[in-house]
């Protein structure tokens, strides 16, 4: 484990730890909780990323560090589809950045139409719905494909066969067509935090196919502008 997840592990553990013992939670207190374990589950992805220093910089010189803490930021709760996204994603980047730094100029990007997908999607990889970098296909399953544009690799990492619970997409689409029904909802969340945290359990392979694709089987659309001078010396 890298010294980062060890960390990212630490601090969520602690905080676990922290929370338990404050006696009943208010809902928020229930939140930090939920991302709190998440955070400190042995294989919570950290992935170190890389950003132009301005709108018209090279590549900055240091590799910024993204948590399941900054995601859930970003999306507004800690959720099963954030997790694992986040999960699969950061697995695949793996694949296309063996030096272990991902450039976030660097990326293309599909999923399928779930916000919680999206907005990680959109996170961890830098890419723009409006360039035509993220794109949107609502044919596609627990999937991601992805694109490194400098050395023309492609990748489709999908969640493998039977690690979802079968239950869960059923009472998700009942319990949104319900009103406010509080033991279902708890249902639910309880359903989603087991799958998220299994995920997290084990190592990637475990739960994750990747294949190499031929080519990205989308337009890539234009580079974002604000890394037109990604490539000037520092």
């Not at 998440?38 to 709108?55: K, L």
């Not at 916000?115 to 991601?144: F, N, Q």
């Not at 087991?194 to 989308?218: C, H, T």
């Amino acid at each position: 484990m890298s010294g980062y997840k060890m960390l990212s592990r630490g601090i969520g553990i602690l905080m676990v730890l922290v929370l338990a013992q404050a006696g009943p939670a208010c809902a928020r207190e229930k939140v930090e909780l939920q991302l709190l374990e998440a955070m400190a589950a042995e294989h919570a992805p950290v992935d170190r990323v890389v950003d132009t220093v301005s709108s018209l910089g090279p590549l900055a010189p240091q590799p910024q560090t993204i948590t399941l803490e900054d995601l859930v930021r970003f999306h507004g709760h800690p959720c099963d589809g954030l997790v694992v996204a986040a999960a699969g994603i950061e697995y695949g980047l793996k694949r296309l950045f063996p030096e272990g730094v991902v450039d976030r100029t660097d990326l293309s990007i599909a999923v399928n139409r779930s916000a919680c997908y999206g907005d990680v999607a959109a996170y961890l990889t830098g890419a723009r719905h409006r360039y035509g970098s993220m794109i949107v296909d609502p044919k596609l399953g627990d999937e991601w494909i992805i694109t490194r544009h400098s050395t023309g690799q492609s990748i489709r990492v999908r969640l493998k066969n039977g690690v979802k619970p079968k239950e869960l997409p059923v009472l998700e689409a009942q319990l949104r067509e319900a009103k406010c029904p509080k033991a279902e909802i708890e249902r639910v969340q309880k359903i989603q935090k087991g799958y998220a945290l299994r995920v997290l359990s084990k190592p990637p392979a475990i739960f994750f196919d990747i294949e190499f694709l031929e080519s990205f089987p989308y337009p890539v659309g234009e580079a974002r502008p604000d890394a037109a001078k990604a490539s000037c010396d520092g």
